[in-house]
Structures are given as structure tokens and as C-alpha cells.
């Protein structure tokens, strides 16, 4: 049974950082592009950052390039999201997936497994 399963979020000032984690089983983990996507209310899902099979390569939504980084460890099948200099706009729900498409995109059809989501609340 796959399992993807968040942690990490929380409530933060702006101006402050929080640690994404997702923790991955059931599925040949290091065989599959991993991504975090957000939704907050009212809004359509969107893309963040996505991570290659093997880590080396990674795209970003232009909204958090230079504030988040993506990265992933194959030895415990986890992928974590760094968040830093965090703005009001990036309240959301927050979500991690898995996409067994040959080259990772941030688009979220593309993905097959996804958790059940981790809240990001960032105050001004």
C-alpha cells in the first residue's frame, strides 16, 4: 500500500522558516520523480518544487526560487521542503507526490501518489 506522509508544518511569522518533511512507503521510492504542490482556499493546486529520482536535478515555481529548496534522502525514502523568508501568500495546505514520469515537472497530473497534506499558516 502506498503512503506518502507529511510533517513539518505549522504557523510562522513571516520572515520565517519551516521544514517540510514527507515520508514515503509502499513503491519503489527512488524510482519516482517526487514534488510538493499547495492549495489554499479558493485557489487552484500549484506546483513548488519537484525533485529527479536521484536528486540532481530540481525545478522550482518562480514564486519560491531562492527561498525554498527541495531535497530528498533514497536511503529513507523521504523528500523534505525547506522554507525560508516565508510570506503571508504562501499559506496553504501543502502536499507531497510521487510521479513515475520519465522527467519531473511541476505539473500535478502527472503525479500518481499523493499525501493527505501538511497546513503552512504564515501571519504578517
Known amino acids: 500500500q502506498v503512503q506518502l506522509q507529511e510533517s513539518g508544518g505549522g504557523s510562522v511569522q513571516a520572515g520565517g522558516s519551516l521544514r517540510l518533511s514527507c515520508a514515503a512507503s509502499?513503491?519503489?521510492?527512488?524510482?519516482?520523480?517526487m514534488g510538493w504542490f499547495r492549495q489554499a482556499p479558493g485557489k487552484e493546486r500549484e506546483g513548488v518544487a519537484v525533485?529527479?529520482?536521484?536528486?540532481?536535478?530540481?525545478y522550482y515555481a518562480a514564486f519560491v526560487k531562492g527561498r525554498f529548496t527541495v531535497s530528498r534522502d533514497n536511503a529513507k525514502d523521504t523528500v523534505d521542503l525547506q522554507m525560508s523568508s516565508l510570506k503571508p501568500e504562501d499559506t496553504a495546505m501543502y502536499y507531497c507526490?510521487?510521479?513515475?514520469?520519465?522527467?519531473?515537472?511541476?505539473?500535478?497530473?502527472?503525479?500518481?501518489?499523493w499525501g493527505q497534506g501538511t497546513q503552512v499558516t504564515v501571519s504578517s
Open positions: 509502499g513503491y519503489t521510492y527512488s524510482s519516482y520523480c
Open positions: 525533485i529527479s529520482t536521484g536528486g540532481r536535478v530540481t
Open positions: 507526490a510521487a510521479s513515475r514520469r520519465p522527467r519531473c515537472r511541476l505539473d500535478g497530473n502527472e503525479y500518481s501518489y
